[in-house]
Antibody, heavy 121, light 110 residues
Framework: QVQLVQSGAEVKKPGASVKVSCKAS????????MHWVRQAPGQGLEWMGV????????TDAQKFQGRIIMTRDTSTSTVYMELSSLTSEDTAVYYC??????????????WGQGTLVIVSS | SSELTQDPVVSVALGQTVRITCQGD??????ASWYQQKPGQAPALVIY???NRPSGIPDRFSASNSGNTASLTITGAQAEDEADYYC?????????????FGGGTKLTVL
């Protein structure tokens, strides 16, 4: 079955960077884009960016431009999201989600299990 | 960038019908997809496009669209439907290749 498995929880100090991985299985990795979404404690979902798993091109949400790097490794069917210059406001659960699309609609399915990132001094 | 607006809290009596709405300009150009999130779990897709359900989603979940509003309807709500629901759409701002979520609706089944 299609599955996304993310790396484990991280605790980082302010100013540091974090790199989260998302390993895909059960489908042709290069056939689907992958999105990153985060959720701060008690808050809603926030779209961060998307990577084309085939050619590696990325698009970031304006809020994260300059701080986020998304990459992929086709040999291991894994995408990575690195967020730098962390502050306490980056404390959140980070999700990867596989993209599918049809006429005028995009949907995210499945989602990874989430990776908790805590930023604390 | 576009915004999607949802009612923060909605309640429904067990077995009754409830509609959760999502409003935004991007919905005039693109369809929404809807996600259910239960406490401590990752979001899960429940409906996308005109009215498409992934396998495993009960047919009591349905979608409709009109103008700038997308709706998720649960016909005969069950206790297990109590969750947060989020709509999502592609951003329709000029030359934008980005996506936006609604703020979420907490559904309580009474």
């Amino acid at each position: 079955q299609v599955q996304l498995v993310q790396s484990g929880a991280e605790v980082k100090k302010p100013g540091a960077s974090v790199k989260v991985s998302c390993k895909a299985s059960g489908y042709t990795f290069t056939s689907h884009y992958m999105h990153w979404v985060r959720q701060a404690p008690g808050q809603g979902l926030e779209w961060m960016g998307v990577i084309n798993s085939n050619d590696g091109r990325t698009t970031d949400a304006q809020k994260f431009q300059g701080r986020i790097i998304m990459t992929r490794d086709t040999s291991t069917s894994t995408v990575y999201m690195e967020l730098s210059s962390l502050t306490s406001e980056d404390t959140a659960v980070y999700y990867c989600a596989r993209d599918s699309s049809s006429s005028r609609v995009w949907w995210f399915d499945p989602w990874g299990q989430g990776t908790l990132v805590i930023v604390s001094s | 960038s576009s915004e999607l607006t949802q009612d923060p809290v909605v309640s429904v009596a067990l077995g009754q019908t409830v509609r959760i709405t999502c409003q935004g300009d991007s919905l005039r150009n693109f369809y929404a997809s809807w996600y259910q999130q239960k406490p401590g779990q990752a979001p899960a897709l429940v409906i996308y496009g005109k009215n498409n359900r992934p396998s495993g989603i009960p047919d009591r979940f349905s979608a409709s669209n009109s103008g700038n509003t997308a709706s998720l309807t649960i016909t005969g709500a069950q206790a297990e439907d109590e969750a947060d629901y989020y709509c999502k759409s592609r951003d329709s701002s000029a030359n934008s290749w980005s996506w936006v979520f609604g703020g979420g609706t907490k559904l309580t089944v009474l």
